[in-house]
């Protein structure tokens, strides 16, 4: 790179952070706006370096600046924290000793490490929570209209930006901005279910009403089966325990789901045809997918790293993706449970179950099973179809999760209830 034009990189680089890191509320839309843009890399001494990445680091710088602006989490809190961060340290130990090429699960730890912190900040700043989520869904909107008309572009045979091919089904896959087309149904899924929630009514009609509707017709385009039926899921229990959002429930999803039944029936696009067969996992990607859990397990079982496990995301240093076998690409562990166990074995399996068991005992104690529910499942459901365990797209819930419940169960409720308990209403 010519000298100069490094130089101006990185000054531009240190006048964004200083701005970014003069407000809170400054890190919290970054933070939001960033995980929905992680398509786009740089590369910094052999590392792929994101968006999202620089805003986790500059909530972690946060975290040192401004002690007054952080709320203290209780004891299960932080017995969940310390769970993740022995995982990580377990997490990199194992890839040392066990993956092929330490530096690509390097790579993914530091991703990781840095959505850690990010998590952490999310939690410890509650009063950031409204901005967050109301931004949140806007971004979901716009990124809903632009893969609707990204896919339309490409189906017409005017461009390809934005899409990506299926190689399996045939037709175009919308990513928009994101690493591909299944993350950003995930991020669709979990911000469509807040959006129909509406969380302490911090998010207004008119983007909740949008997200709602734009949600199954933009997952759509993104041939992601596993999105689809984790958003009906998830807009199901929103009914069920969340009595104020039925009607936006049933408007919306009558009007999206029409919508989305006429795509299918008036679309040419090949890659629709999976959506004729929901739970299929006997063929097409579902079959591929199982086939690859399968052999993930196998070959954990037969190895002597058990209990550390073969390294982080080292499955693709070991296989390629069966999908498309002529580029030459890494394959990945799409079944989170298993990627957790593959790649960190039984110590990463303890360590996450002893951080959930955490989180889930605030949250019970709390009260807050309805929307607990309505997001959880949805995510554990197209997790077993994807792999987004490092991104902040993740995070930002186990960030939540970790603070949303903390200050009433610590009895705070009086002191946080302009900001804490509208959420969980």
Not at 273 to 279: A, G
Not at 289 to 295: F, Y
Not at 327 to 344: E, F, V, W
Request: proline share 4%; hydrophobic share 55%.
């Amino acid at each position: 790179m010519n000298p100069f034009i490094a130089v101006l990189a990185v000054l531009l680089v240190g006048y964004f952070a200083l701005f970014v890191l003069q407000r809170d509320s400054r890190i919290a839309t970054l933070l939001v706006i960033a995980m929905f843009v992680t398509r786009f890399t740089v590369n910094i001494a052999g590392f792929s370096v994101r968006l999202e990445m620089l805003a986790a680091a500059l909530a972690g710088v946060g975290l040192l600046l401004r002690h007054d602006a952080r709320r203290r989490l209780t004891t299960a809190a932080v017995v969940s924290v310390a769970a993740v961060a022995i995982w990580l340290v377990s997490g990199t130990f194992a890839s040392a000793i066990s993956s092929p090429e330490f530096n690509k699960s390097l790579g993914v730890l530091i991703w990781c490490a840095l959505s850690f912190l990010g998590a952490i900040w999310v939690s410890t700043h509650p009063g950031e929570w409204p901005k967050m989520l109301a931004v949140g869904v806007w971004c979901a909107v716009v990124a809903a209209v632009l893969a609707v008309v990204a896919w339309t572009m490409a189906t017409l045979g005017i461009s390809t930006i934005g899409v990506q091919d299926d190689p399996t089904y045939g037709g175009w896959a919308a990513f928009v901005a994101s690493i591909e087309a299944n993350v950003l149904a995930g991020l669709l899924c979990l911000w469509g279910i807040v959006a129909a929630w509406n969380p302490g009514q911090w998010i207004k009609r008119t983007p909740r009403t949008l997200a709602v509707l734009l949600a199954p017709v933009a997952i759509l385009t993104t041939h992601t089966r596993a999105a689809l039926v984790a958003l009906l899921l998830g807009l199901f229990l929103v009914f069920i325990f969340r009595r104020t959002a039925r009607p936006l429930v049933i408007g919306a999803g009558i009007l999206g789901g029409g919508a989305a039944a006429g795509l299918i029936l008036r679309s040419s696009d090949a890659g629709f045809s999976k959506f004729s067969s929901l739970l299929d996992t006997s063929s097409g990607t579902g079959g591929l997918r199982r086939q690859i859990n399968e052999l993930a397990l196998h070959e954990w079982l037969m190895s002597n790293a058990q209990l550390q496990g073969l390294g982080w995301n080292s499955f693709g240093q070991r296989h390629l993706d069966p999908t498309q076998p002529f580029k030459n690409l890494p394959s990945y562990i799409g079944n989170l449970p298993l990627q957790i166990l593959y790649d960190g074995g039984v110590v990463a399996a303890a360590a996450v179950a002893v951080a959930v068991t955490a989180v889930i005992y605030i949250h019970l104690r709390a009260r807050h099973l309805g929307l607990v529910l309505a997001l959880a499942l949805p995510y554990l459901l197209f997790s077993i179809a994807t792999s987004v365990l490092w991104l902040f797209e993740t995070w930002f819930w186990v960030g939540l999760a970790w603070g949303a419940g903390t200050y009433l169960v610590a009895g705070q409720r009086s002191k946080q209830r302009e900001v804490t308990a509208p959420l969980l209403a």
